[in-house]
């Protein structure tokens, strides 16, 4: 049987917040790990990945996952699967939307990892994103700022579409 973690940093707000209502939703179990404690043979023993990756300032990852970016560079990620989540604002940040989703999204596939959890970026506005695949989004962009109302809905909505997604 496939093991999936949900992988966030606790100290965040919105994405702590998203990943109680993933985790909700999933049903089924989930281990939650800190990414800000994450090493290289503890993200390797899972096959499911579920990620909260907010985007910082003008299209950056936060610090946790920077600096983790060079060990997942070095990982073999052939057979794992990932689905992606962050917050943005594409009011405030239209330019760089939800660009972490898509930094990460790069370094998974660069590795061999397969992604899930696409969603189609209609109802958002924004000029530019570094996750958008075609017309798709590489993973659930959440607007806490501008969509809140939206967010509860969208999750819910993206973890039956994830949980399909998985192995």
Do not use: H
Request: charged share 30%; hydrophobic share 35%; proline share 3%.
């Amino acid at each position: 049987m496939s093991k999936t973690a949900i992988l966030y940093s606790f100290n965040t707000q919105k994405t702590s917040r998203a990943a109680k209502m993933i985790i909700e939703n999933y049903g089924k179990d989930l281990e939650e790990v800190n990414v800000e404690e994450i090493t290289a043979d503890k993200f390797l023993s899972f096959d499911n990945y579920i990620m909260g990756v907010p985007t910082w300032w003008d299209g950056e990852l936060p610090n946790y996952w920077d600096e983790f970016i060079p060990d997942l560079e070095e990982l073999k990620l052939k057979g794992k699967t990932f689905a992606l989540y962050g917050a943005g604002d594409q009011k405030g940040y239209p330019e760089n939307f939800v660009d972490a989703i898509g930094i990460l999204g790069s370094v998974l596939e660069n590795g061999g990892g397969k992604l899930v959890g696409f969603t189609k970026n209609e109802g958002y506005e924004f000029e530019s994103s570094k996750a958008l695949r075609g017309d798709d989004f590489c993973g659930l962009p959440l607007d806490f700022e501008n969509q809140a109302r939206a967010v509860k809905g969208k999750i819910k909505s993206w973890v039956e579409q994830v949980k399909k997604e998985f192995k």
